[in-house]
Nanobody, 124 residues
């Protein structure tokens, strides 16, 4: 059974940093594409960052240059390093996984498995 468990969310001030983690189990981590999505109240789900099974990465326009996605295959863990946080980054953040390659790494419908989410709040 595939399981994704996010952690690392919390309250941070504007300009601060947080690192999210997603512990994965039930599949061969390195053979899946992995991604982070977020959803704020009243807004559509947004693709934040993704890493394909070949290690290539892609970012949403709103986080380019501030967020970095990475993974540790030995630990079966996906990370999202978030720097220079802004109030607009406030949202529930979700980890997602899909088997096989796709051209739609930042589209939620392309993913088969989802975690429960971790809340990130950026406020002074």
């Amino acid at each position: 059974e595939v399981q994704l468990v996010e952690s690392g969310g919390g309250l941070e001030q504007p300009g601060g940093s947080l690192r999210l983690s997603c512990a994965a189990s039930g599949f061969t981590f390195g053979s899946y594409a992995m991604a982070w999505f977020r959803q704020a109240p009243g807004k559509e789900r947004e693709g934040v960052a993704a890493i394909d099974s070949d290690g290539s990465t892609v970012y949403g326009d709103s986080v380019k240059g501030r967020f970095t996605i990475s993974q540790d295959n030995a630990k079966n863990t996906l990370y999202l390093q978030m720097n220079s946080l802004e109030a607009e980054d406030t949202a529930m953040y979700y980890c997602a996984a899909r088997r096989g390659k796709t051209s739609y790494l930042l589209r939620g419908w392309a993913y088969n498995f989802w975690g429960q989410g971790t809340q990130v709040t950026v406020s002074s």
